[in-house]
Nanobody, 125 residues
Framework: QLLESGGGLMQAGGSLRLSCAASGPSFSTYIMGWFRQAPGKEREFVGVIDRSGGSTDSADSVQGRFTISRDNARNTVSLHLNSLKPEDTAVYYC????????????????????WGQGTQVTVSS
C-alpha cells in the first residue's frame, strides 16, 4: 500500500515536498515513480528513482525543478517540487514497479503494480 502526503496550495515560484509511505516488505525491490494528472488531461510521468536511490530520471517539463529521493530504511520516497508553476497543478501519484530500471519501462504506467491514492497540488499565479 502506498500513501501520499504533502500536497497543498502554493504560489508560483514556491516549493513543496510530497512524501509517499509504503507499507509491506521489500520496499527496496521496487523502483518508485511519480506521475501526475491535471484536470482534463491524461496521467503523465514526472520522475522515477531506482531501487538503491542512486539514479533518478524526470520528465523534461520538470527537469531542474523537481527531484526525487528515497529512504529504504523508512520505506519512503519523496518528490521535491521547486520553482512551481501554475501548469504543475495536478493530482500527484506515487507508484511502485518491479520492472527493470530503464526508460522504456519506467515511463509506462502499465509497468507499475501499486499506486497511491494521489495528493492534490495547486499552484496559483
Amino acid at each position: 500500500q502506498l500513501l501520499e502526503s504533502g500536497g497543498g496550495l502554493m504560489q508560483a515560484g514556491g516549493s513543496l515536498r510530497l512524501s509517499c509511505a509504503a507499507s509491506g516488505p521489500s520496499f527496496s525491490t521496487y523502483i518508485m515513480g511519480w506521475f501526475r494528472q491535471a484536470p482534463g488531461k491524461e496521467r503523465e510521468f514526472v520522475g522515477v528513482i531506482d531501487r538503491s536511490g542512486g539514479s533518478t530520471d524526470s520528465a523534461d517539463s520538470v527537469q531542474g525543478r523537481f527531484t526525487i529521493s528515497r529512504d529504504n530504511a523508512r520505506n519512503t520516497v519523496s518528490l521535491h517540487l521547486n520553482s512551481l508553476k501554475p501548469e504543475d497543478t495536478a493530482v500527484y501519484y506515487c507508484a511502485a514497479s518491479l520492472s527493470a530500471y530503464n526508460r522504456l519501462n519506467y515511463i509506462d504506467m502499465l509497468r507499475y503494480r501499486y499506486w497511491g491514492q494521489g495528493t492534490q497540488v495547486t499552484v496559483s499565479s
